[in-house]
């Protein structure tokens, strides 16, 4: 576990770039920590935030434990707490979304997820 | 996923596959949720059933399908109006922040979704605990379904588990031996035997049974361990060291009872694996029913072999379990596929295919210890996600009452 070192504010260019990183599976495999290791946070109340405890566990590739993908909140029921709050507005909202509006959202994930498969190097 | 999860770089691309025709279905769903409209008993009144949403769902999935299992749950969840709290498990964080990402960039309210990273002890109690969260929906091991189950049901929530399972393949004398053999392979050592439908267990007739766990052997002793990220590998790495220690446990447990070990059983050489949590593909043959080994979910490389002498013999050994996720026969008899269908004791049966490969648009699920009764996929989960309501609308101008109240006025 690990204390709090640096927060990633990713942005919508830099959140795409990692999106089409993931689902085209990464990069060549290569040796451990090729890349400096991130600290990720929950996505609480529409932003991403740290954990209340400020702990963090490190995330390893089971292939080669030497090599940590990044370190993620260790959440407790203070963090859960502060998602239903926000949770509860979000339903308010989206339960009165239309069902085929709210469908839409869904095509668009699928979309950019072929998006992001089609330009990997793979 | 891969460098996070472990499995080879195909079955990435089919997990993603997987969440991508999920999603799609989920949004064509969108213009469905059917409800019923019926006849009302009484004149000049309409009476209908539509969904409604339940509110937040809680939802905490697995490692070993990092992208595909929590689209299985949100994706249904979310098309019909609910706002969900995610857990992915602590394996694989990453995949789960990047699915996040991309409900966002579609456009998704930032309040109807939110990420909670951590353990099952931590955040996962916490979501199950939590007054104002409804639904659960889990998939784990059964161990802690229960745990789940039990908080559920004192809390009155709404829960679809989904947990172990002791999957067996059936080959009959008169099988396709070749089509046989590439099915279980796929289906035991594929994703490290990390899949809820993996085979476990191979129940093989006298009449094929030396011939075919020879040659099966003999190729799983030929499969390449290693990294999934690099070409020409078949098995990746197992999750993490805990499952390193059940594997080797069992392997020990079967090895006690008197099974014959035939291949693997043990990590393997090479400084290229070494840091790795690697397993050889492992089979036992001389297992019998009611061993542990051929019992208790392993969830790893090893799979039992159980010689039958008839397709009755067969069923019984298949039925045997407290599990009933999936099964598969491979037989050129239609009468016995067909009897197949119905007497095997889990959610779903393959024919002539492995225990693995479910499609998104039907349910997937499993019977007796394996689930509760709900099924993920296809269009039932969608009941699971939403509420049943009933409307009536009386344009009358009178008071007119249903039958339940104006039994007097009924002829018998």
Redesign the interface.
Known sequence: MFSRSNQTT?G?GA??A??TR??S??S??SG?NYETMKT?D??????WVP?VSGEY?A?????????T??R??????A???L??E??????E???H?P????????????????RA?KTSP? | ??????KP?AE??GD?QE???T??Y??????R?FGHTVPSELRNKWAMSFR??I??AGIVTPFNFP?AIPTWKM?PA????????F?PA??????G??L????????????????????GE??G???V??P??PVISFTGSTDTGRVVGEVCGRMHKRLSLEMGGKNAMIVLDDADLDLALEGVLWGAFGTTGQRCTATSRLIVQDGVHDEFVSRLVQRARAMKL?????PGTDV?????QDSVAKVERYIDIGQKEGADLLCGGRRPDGSALD????FEPTIFARVRAGMRLEQEEIFGPVLSVIRVRTPDEAFVVNNDVRYGLSSSVYTRDVNVAMRAMNELDTGITYINAPTIGAEAHLPFGGVKQTGNGHREGGWEVYEFFSETKVGYLDFSGALQRAQIDNYLGTPD
């Not at chain 2, 990746?236 to 993490?240: C, D, E, Q, R, S």
């Open positions: 990713a919508a959140a795409r990692n999106i993931a689902l599976d990464d060549e495999a451990p990720f929950n996505f609480i109340g529409g932003k954990p566990f995330n390893q590739n089971p292939a080669d434990a030497r090599d993908i990044g993620f909140p260790m959440s407790g029921s963090d859960v707490d998602a239903v926000s949770a509860k507005r979000g339903f909202e989206w339960r979304t069902a085929p509006a709210r469908g839409d959202v869904l095509r668009r994930v699928g979309d950019i997820c072929r498969r793979i | 996923m891969t460098r996070e999860m472990g770089l990435t691309r993603v969440g991508i025709d999603a799609y989920a949004s064509s769903e969108g213009r949720l409604r949403p509110g937040i992208l994706f979310l098309v019909c109006g609910n706002a969900c709290v857990k602590e394996d694989v964080p990453h995949t922040h990047v996040v990402e991309v409900l966002l960039e579609a456009g998704l309210p930032p309040e109807v979704i939110q990420l909670v990273h951590g353990v931590a955040a109690a916490a979501i605990n939590h104002s969260i290693g990294d999934g990220r690099k990746g790495p197992l999750i993490n840091h790795g949590y690697f």
